[in-house]
């Protein structure tokens, strides 16, 4: 009975609640949007540099970190049946990292050589799909010393696919060595700084010069099922090796997964700022509909309606109101952000390439929808609701019902 | 008959690798490389970088020993006086007298412009050698300014860590005198242009006592080396080659 009164009550002045329905939807929408535009641009980020760069876990020697010194290896296949024998369901690949300088006939550029096993490599990293179409292989393996650059790489040294590449670097004893590669492949990945920085060979062709031991190793990388897996199976795997340096994704790169934590506080901030601002809408919008109604809740009260339920009436009006306003508003952000679900939602005309520059922010942003993103603003915006609602309706219960009629 | 046979393929073979002078390519390629390079080896050079706003110039001493070991210390100007280069074996050193510190020259150094003349330090450094890293060809005889050349066309091994496509020079005939070297990459581009002018008599030898450097894609651009002195005679211990000796050599 109550609930059908409140929910005509709305109705009697249209335009009015129109009004607020509409700013309240406006700004449920721009909350809802942004912040699954925000979610989608950080996940994108932190998922291919997970996918390219990081893996879920890496593992190093304890010295290995401070300088990349190329001492700092550890035993291949002791780390592998160590891993294999542990049950723990992920991937694991392992390289050779060194520094040095790589020169073609126009200039020189200092990169990380990481020698690799294809094999267990591409089941880790995606690296060998970033290399676009007409842009060669990943190291084939009938090639003579193939060596993979990115884009950027070969603009600086000026050379293309078949041209011949010379890496300087110090061996384990100190000494100078030289190795003539040809380039098989040329990458680009969204993430400007690793495209600079690194160049992949074949473990077999960079090993014999380096004076290493056999069976020597920089790097271990793990990838997990998926973040969530990672979270529970990192300490397992930090366990496995007391000796050796274990970090996940979170450690190798703070900024990326505190700019995830950063974006999810950012939407929670966003959507309360809109809520705070559209409480002092509703309760003056309520404020009116009570004032304007004095003698009609007088006269309720005089023939007998309890003050529990005027106050509920009020408090009901308020929640439909909102719940009305916010559901269009959600209603429309997912409309609208269904189609670049799986598209992407280009940026380039706005923003341009140069976030790649930093760090790898793709200008194409996957959008992500959080269902229960959406039921918790959901939940806030009703929340927003009833505490605004709370002033007006006391001023209506405070209303002497004869005082009221008299007006 | 059969004996008669094998002399007779020995005696073709030994004719079809040489040419009418009784040289191959690979031959003068070597007595280039002997001429220059010698053994012990004391020079006081003036090094010129021209730019197309300001020219500079350094005075260097150096020492060398074999392709092992070298030792080069700024003279001038005061600005750098005293900086020293020593490279022994497989390592450069450089001594920093303003900072005091002794720098050990990493490989992603080596890329980058020695004193900012066109030469990298890598070219100080290389180990690649004109004989062993390269197919040599002579291809002519050609003039290059008032010198007669043979024109060879050498081409990296392909395992060789070289980075250019083909190098050309021009070996003048009478004094084994590199007097012009043309570096190009892979897609048949020039890069440098190496000329040497001037050649004259150190001791024995006769050598370029003028050489220039001229990148290909920067104009009015250019490292001229102006020889002041050279000494083949004075004999050098390896233990010279030391950090403490490039401290206090000026």
């Known amino acids: 009975m109550i609930i059908n009164l409140a929910w005509k009550n709305i109705w009697r002045n249209k335009t009015r609640s129109f009004v607020i329905i509409g700013a309240i939807a406006l700004g449920l929408f721009s909350g809802t949007y942004l912040s699954a535009l925000m979610t989608g641009w950080v996940m994108d980020t932190v998922n291919a540099d997970i996918k390219i760069n990081l893996s879920h876990v890496q593992i190093h020697d304890s010295t290995f970190l401070q300088n990349s010194d190329i001492g700092a290896f550890f035993n291949k296949t002791a780390v592998e049946q160590q891993f294999a024998s542990s049950n723990i369901n992920g991937k694991m690949t392992c390289r050779l990292k060194l520094n040095g300088m790589l020169a073609s006939a126009n200039n020189a550029v200092g990169v990380t050589a990481k020698g690799i096993f294809k094999d267990t490599e591409m089941t880790v990293s995606d690296i060998a799909t970033q290399i676009p179409d007409s842009f060669g292989v990943f190291l084939p393996d009938d090639a003579r010393m193939p060596v993979v650059i990115s884009e950027k790489t070969a603009e600086k040294l000026k050379v293309r696919l078949k041209s011949k590449i010379v890496f300087t670097f110090s061996d384990i004893h100190g000494n100078m060595q030289s190795l003539a590669f040809r380039v098989s492949g040329i990458f680009h990945t969204s993430n400007g700084l690793f495209d600079e920085a690194n160049v992949f060979v074949r473990y077999n062709d960079i090993f014999p010069v380096t004076g290493l031991p056999d069976e020597a190793v920089h790097e271990a990388a793990v990838l997990l099922p998926d973040i969530e897996t990672c979270a529970l199976d990192f300490p397992k795997i930090k366990d496995l090796y007391p000796q050796l340096k274990v970090q996940d994704w979170k450690e190798l790169n703070p900024m990326l997964s505190m700019s995830l934590q950063w974006t999810n506080l950012m939407s929670v901030i966003i959507i309360s700022i809109f809520l705070f601002a559209l409480t002092f809408g509703i309760i003056n919008t309520m404020l009116m509909a009570v004032l304007e109604r004095t003698r009609e809740l007088g006269m309720l009260g005089a023939i007998g309606m309890s003050k529990r339920k005027i106050f509920s009436m009020i408090m009901l009006e308020t929640v439909f109101l909102t719940f009305v306003g916010s559901i269009i508003g959600i209603i429309l952000a997912v409309a609208l952000l269904l189609p670049s679900l799986q598209n992407g939602l280009d940026l380039t005309p706005l923003i341009g390439n140069d976030f790649e520059d930093f760090g790898g922010f793709s200008s194409i942003v996957y959008p992500i929808l959080n269902v229960e993103m959406i039921l918790e603003i959901i939940g806030l915006v009703i929340l927003a609701g009833i505490l605004s609602a709370i002033y007006p309706a006391r001023k209506a219960l405070k209303l002497k019902a004869l005082d009221a009629i008299r007006v | ?250």
């Open chain 2, 1 to 250: 008959m059969k004996q008669a046979m094998y002399l007779l393929i020995a005696v073709i073979c030994s004719f079809s690798t040489m040419n009418a002078q009784g040289l191959t390519a690979t031959g003068i390629v070597k007595k280039v490389d002997e001429n220059s390079r010698g053994n012990k080896l004391y020079s006081e050079i003036k090094m010129t970088i021209v730019r197309p706003t300001w020219t500079r110039e350094i005075g260097i001493k150096s020492w060398s020993k074999g392709n092992d070991y070298s030792l080069a210390v700024i003279t001038s100007p005061a600005k750098e006086k005293g900086q020293a280069f020593l490279k022994r074996q497989k390592d450069l050193w450089n001594w920093v007298p303003s900072i005091g510190r002794m720098i050990k020259m990493s490989s992603s150094v080596m890329g980058q412009s020695w004193m900012g003349s066109d030469f990298t330090n890598d070219d100080l450094m290389r180990e690649s050698s004109t004989v062993n890293d390269y197919t040599h060809r002579l291809d002519a005889s050609e003039t290059v300014r008032e010198f007669d050349c043979y024109k060879l066309t050498l081409t990296p091994k392909e395992d060789a860590a070289v980075v250019w496509g083909k190098v050309v020079m021009w070996v003048d005939k009478k004094d084994f005198v590199e007097i012009k070297t043309e570096f190009y990459d892979e897609d048949g581009i020039l890069i440098n242009t190496f000329n040497s002018f001037d050649i004259k008599s150190f001791g024995k030898r006769r050598l370029a006592s003028r050489m220039e450097v001229v990148p290909a894609d920067k104009p009015n651009q250019k490292t001229v080396m102006t020889v002041i002195k050279y000494d083949f005679d004075t004999p050098i211990a390896d233990s010279f080659f030391s950090q403490q000796n490039m401290r206090n050599r000026v």
